[in-house]
């Protein structure tokens, strides 16, 4: 704690014992009728104050302990703290600007349970797809290619899904192709409970003259990040690994990232892309997450999540008195690249009915050592 501090909560501290001390001498006072004379207490009373000699230092020691408790505000408000005041928090990243049970997201149905304090917690979200389904393949890839298991990493699956039957045929396939990692706790499976998603009529208007199918589904997509950021974030771990359902990965990934999440370990990005594609391989530092989740919850059902991840670096870094390509550099300064690209895109059935989906990351290297 810096000198300042410290001496301004050593002034309260005293303060806060000599109130102590006035209060209680005050009300013996009174107690007695005014008429104690220093040398003439009869044995009763000398019990009686060496009892309230005791009940000042306990309280006393209460309040410092009080103050001691609180002293880590004095990091992000520099006033003192005063019995009975409120305290606000102001920190560089938020950690709970979200409300109810988005704080700590509950699931509805899980397999497995990863530890807490990882390393790097991948998650990656899935839903059903129109006659096929990547998840194996994008799992497989990433066991097979880590390597280096000097690194604790752990997958997490998010199925954003409530249909019980697709949830007991999904962790049946997941239990046969995976039991060990399972068991181990490398892997884990959650869905969310069905209470989780909103009334999608009530709550979503056509934008950007996409049709309303569309907009639910990428504002599904939206809720689906929340719930599994929040989870992970409430794992304790250093970082979240942003992936997708339908990814391969380098060989020799994990090693690469937190080579370069330790050479940045002194930057203050808002996440460093391992892809150029949409919302994958985005490595977030753990704290970040409750502030950039409660920034998609503002914004849930008006925009896709790639936009929304421009947006929130933009709100940050970027000025109205500068045109969009300066604002671009700003903001990639808070997104830096690696090249070359650990993960690559896959699929080609869209999560979206009736969507096709070709993208490639060009710079895609299939082996990262």
Known sequence: ????????RNIWLAAALFYVFVFVYYFDFLSTGGSKE???????????QAQ?????????AAIITWLESKSFVANVKDEPIVPGEKVYFHPLDPVFPLSGDLKAPSPGFELGQIPKNADVVIGIPTVKRQGVSYLSQTIDSLLKNQVDRSVDSRILVYVGETDEEFLRDLSRSLQ????????????????????????WEKVLQSSFNDALE???????????????????YNLSPKY????????????GYIGAIMKEANRRSMENYFYISFCN???????????????????????????????????????AVCSYDENAQQCNKRRELKMPPHKPSLFQHIGSVSSLQGKTQNLKDNSFKSDAI
Do not use: C
């Open 1 to 8: 704690m810096p000198a300042v501090l410290l001496r301004k």
């Open 38 to 48: 220093v040398g003439k207490a009869e044995p009763v009373q000398e019990d009686r």
């Open 52 to 60: 309230e000699d005791v009940d000042v230092e306990t309280e006393a």
């Open 176 to 199: 046969s192709s995976y039991r060990k990692h399972i068991e181990d706790g490398i892997l884990q499976l959650i869905s969310p409970p069905k209470s989780y998603y909103p009334p």
């Open 214 to 232: 569309r907009v639910k589904w990428r504002s599904k997509q939206n809720l689906d990040q929340i719930f599994l950021m929040m989870y992970i």
């Open 240 to 251: 979240y690994l942003m992936m997708e359902d339908d990814v391969i990965a380098s060989h």
């Open 277 to 315: 594609l949409g919302a994958i391989g985005k490595l977030f530092r753990a704290e970040t997450l409750p502030s950039y989740a409660s920034f998609i919850h503002t914004f849930w059902n008006k925009k896709p999540l790639d936009w929304l991840q421009l947006d929130y670096v933009a709100s």
